[in-house]
Every structure is written in structure tokens, then in C-alpha cells.
């Protein structure tokens, strides 16, 4: 008999988890528990879930709950009589009486290596403090946040022009098989939960907007490491006499000394079309975006705001 599954996810790095599920005969998806509809883009149109229109697309029922509270998700969550909860990037906090509901628990996909980087924004975290290696912890989940002991573990390595989104699709795609095969050791009893080393743990708290504002004091990698991170989401940006410009792309260039000071733009170095002074060495913008504007590789930048030379930016 198939082990019932319940699975509790929302956005595109869900999908491959629950994907492994679909494709294993030995599982069986009987409810699907994502965010509710929220409204997107220009037109401020209602945007479905890329899970719930995995599950739609199968058939599989789907709850839609604002909060996992009260009697009335109790009892939606208990009718499925799930053998597991599996849980990746979900968006919200699960009840120690959520979490033991199944025969087996709830099970959570993970992106980093835990206790490293615990929290919503692992990937993030991982680029910008300049780790060499990642990858995906399948763990039992407790009602702390990420400190469940560890079923499973998959690492990799963070190469050196890593984004955000790049290591994103390569954790998320370790899910298949990582998922399933951890499901069925922990249905035999061949695997075994391993308590996390609390001394060991970092955090990788919720990123909001304002973090993207580059910092031009920093040092040239940091400013790049934290670009590479935040692409796309939530991005980097400075201003420039007043305007909002993105940086969406870039490379730091080493120098010894930097006769630029923080901030100051040039035109006129041979490295680059266009360098940026930092706390240390220079930083070369390749891919930039002015408000209200579409983004341009840095030459067209140039040829068409050569005003910017000698500038500061910053706010």
C-alpha cells in the first residue's frame, strides 16, 4: 500500500519535491496545502501558486488556509490520514500539533546544510558570506525554527559566479531522488534522526527590500557576493542624484589602492567601461537599470548617461 503524503508548499522551489512524489508509485499525494491566492503584476491579477497548479494539473485536492490554526484545519488536515507531512519553503509555521498529526511526522526540504544558514533565506546567506559549498538537508521537523534533527544530506559546490536564482534551481532539483529515498528509510526504520549540533548554527533571517541598498564601503567581493546573492530577489540598487539605479550584474576588480573613493564613478579607467570605488578595489557594473527604465549592459549604460562620470552614488 501506498504511504500517504500530505504536501505543504508554495513557490517554484517546491516543485521538484513534490514532482519526486508524483513519480513514485510507492506514494500517494492525497492533499496539497499551499499559500492562498495573492494578487501580482500590473494588473494586480490574483496569481495561483506554481504548486497549486502543479496539484490542479493532477487532480490532487488542495486547502488554501490564510493561517494553519483553528479546529476547521485540524480536522481538513486529519481527514487525509497522512502517513508523512512533507514541508519545502511552505511560508508558514507549523503547530507541534500539526507537525505530529502523520505516522511518521513532518518531514521539511531544506536549503542549506544544516545547522549552517538556519531560517528563510539560506541560499542567500550561503553566496554572500562566500561559503564554497551548500546543499539539501532533509530533516524531522520540531517546533523550533530549523532545528529538527537531520535525516539527510546532499552537498555541493557553490561555484564562483553563483547567483541566488542559479543555486536555487540546482538545490531545489536535488530533492529528486534525495526525497523519496529518505520517505521510504525513515517507513523502514533504516534511517534514523540525527540531533543538530546547536553550537554550529548560523541564521539566515527573512530578507526584506532595503537590504539590497549597496553598501559602497565595503569591499569590492562583499558588494559583489551580496549582487550575485540577491539576484533577483530582493536585488541591489544605489541611487544616483536622487534616482533609483540598479545593479544587476558585476564583477570586482582588485587593485591595491583605489584612487576612487567609496562610490565614485569613472569613466575613464581601461579595466572596465564603466568602475565604481569600494572600501577596497573597484567594482564593474555590467547589467544596469535607472527607475522606469529597462535594464541595459553597462556599454549602452555609458553611451547614454556619460553625465555619470565623477559621480557619487549613495543616498
Given at each position: 500500500m501506498a504511504l500517504r503524503v500530505v504536501f505543504m508548499g508554495t513557490p517554484e522551489f517546491a516543485i521538484p519535491s513534490l514532482q519526486s512524489l508524483l513519480g513514485a508509485s510507492d506514494f500517494e499525494v492525497v492533499g496539497v496545502v499551499t499559500q492562498p491566492d495573492r494578487p501580482a503584476g500590473r494588473g494586480n491579477q490574483l496569481r495561483q501558486s506554481p504548486v497549486k497548479r502543479l496539484a490542479q494539473a493532477y487532480d490532487i485536492d488542495v486547502f488554501q488556509p490564510e493561517k494553519l490554526r483553528g479546529d476547521d484545519v485540524m480536522a481538513r488536515l486529519a481527514a487525509w490520514r497522512a502517513d508523512f507531512h512533507v514541508v519545502a519553503a511552505y511560508g508558514q509555521i507549523l503547530r507541534a500539533q500539526i507537525l505530529e498529526l502523520p505516522t511518521y511526522g513532518s518531514i521539511n526540504v531544506h536549503a542549506s546544510l544544516l545547522p549552517r544558514w538556519r531560517g528563510a533565506a539560506p541560499i542567500q546567506a550561503a553566496i554572500r558570506a562566500g561559503d564554497r559549498q551548500t546543499g539539501l538537508t532533509i530533516m524531522q521537523m520540531d517546533p523550533g525554527l530549523d532545528t529538527g534533527p537531520i535525516l539527510a544530506q546532499e552537498a555541493i559546490e557553490i561555484m564562483p559566479r553563483e547567483t541566488g536564482e542559479s543555486l536555487h534551481d540546482k538545490l531545489a532539483a536535488l530533492a529528486d531522488p534525495l526525497l523519496v529515498d529518505t520517505l521510504r528509510g525513515v517507513a523502514s526504520g533504516d534511517i534514523q534522526p540525527q540531533p543538530q549540533d546547536d553550537a554550529q548554527a548560523t541564521l539566515a533571517p527573512r530578507l526584506k527590500k532595503e537590504e539590497g541598498e549597496i553598501d559602497w564601503t565595503a569591499s569590492a567581493e562583499e558588494i559583489d557576493r551580496t549582487v550575485r546573492a540577491f539576484y533577483?530577489?530582493?536585488?541591489?540598487?544605489?541611487?544616483?542624484?536622487?534616482?533609483?539605479?540598479?545593479?544587476?550584474?558585476?564583477?570586482?576588480?582588485?587593485?591595491?589602492?583605489?584612487?576612487?573613493?567609496?562610490?565614485?564613478?569613472?569613466?575613464?579607467?581601461?579595466?572596465?567601461?564603466?568602475?565604481?570605488?569600494?572600501?577596497?578595489?573597484?567594482?564593474?557594473?555590467?547589467?544596469?537599470?535607472?527607475?522606469?527604465r529597462k535594464a541595459m549592459p553597462v556599454g549602452d549604460?555609458?553611451?547614454?548617461?556619460?553625465?555619470?562620470?565623477?559621480?557619487?552614488l549613495g543616498g
Open positions: 533577483p530577489w530582493p536585488g541591489t540598487y544605489t541611487y544616483w542624484q536622487g534616482e533609483l539605479l540598479k545593479i544587476i550584474e558585476g564583477s570586482p576588480v582588485l587593485s591595491a589602492n583605489s584612487p576612487l573613493s567609496p562610490g565614485r564613478v569613472s569613466l575613464s579607467r581601461a579595466e572596465a567601461p564603466m568602475l565604481i570605488g569600494t572600501g577596497a578595489g573597484w567594482y564593474a557594473p555590467l547589467r544596469l537599470q535607472l527607475a522606469g549604460f555609458v553611451n547614454g548617461f556619460q553625465e555619470i562620470d565623477a559621480a557619487g
